[in-house]
Every structure is written in structure tokens, then in C-alpha cells.
């Protein structure tokens, strides 16, 4: 497992979120997100880690994805065989995700 991975963390609040390096640990991404993680797959290699209890805690709508609502703070990366590892799409692909995910 990698020390740090890139990732993107966007809170309910932010537009598009900011890139940054974190620590892939269970504990780390459980303390960013706020609980227990779920992992949604979200396009490619892409993964979106989430509170897995954040609907029932009535956490605040971040963004919509086809099919579900994401709550809470989330946490983008991508894959590192069973590890997570460096988020795969560059911050500006990421923004064009979202402005299109927010059009519906």
C-alpha cells in the first residue's frame, strides 16, 4: 500500500472540490468522510469513497450521479490493484463530471 495517493475531496459545500494528497488508510478515509466507507464506482477506474451511513445520518446532498445521490463528504481515487490508489482523471476532466452530473 502507498504512503499518500492524489485524490480529489469535495465537501457538500464546495463546487468542485480541491486535489490533494491523503493517506489511503482505512482510519484516514474513515476520519475525511466522517464514518464507516462505502466505495461507489463511478466511471472507468474511477472511485468515489463515501460515508456509508451518511443517508440515514441525514448528511447534506453533495452531488448527484446517474442513479443515486452522493451525501456527505466524499473522496475520489482510483484503483491499485486491491489497494486504492492514485485518483485517474485529471482535476479538469473531474469539473466537467460534475457541471454534468448537475445539469441532470
Not at 469513497?49 to 446532498?61: F, H, P, Q, S, T
Not at 489497494?83 to 452530473?101: L, N, R, T
Amino acid at each position: 500500500m502507498k504512503e499518500k495517493i492524489k485524490a480529489i475531496i469535495k465537501r457538500p459545500d464546495e463546487q468542485y472540490g480541491h486535489s490533494t494528497w491523503i493517506s489511503p488508510k482505512l482510519e484516514n478515509l474513515q476520519k475525511t468522510v466522517g464514518g464507516y466507507i462505502e466505495v461507489v464506482p463511478l466511471q472507468n477506474d474511477v472511485l468515489c469513497i463515501c460515508n456509508e451511513e451518511g443517508k440515514l445520518m441525514g448528511l447534506e446532498e453533495n452531488m448527484r450521479i446517474p442513479g443515486d445521490v452522493l451525501v456527505g463528504t466524499i473522496i475520489l481515487c482510483g484503483r491499485d490493484g486491491e489497494d486504492f490508489g492514485d485518483v485517474p482523471i485529471s482535476f479538469a476532466a473531474w469539473k466537467q463530471y460534475c457541471d454534468v452530473c448537475a445539469r441532470g
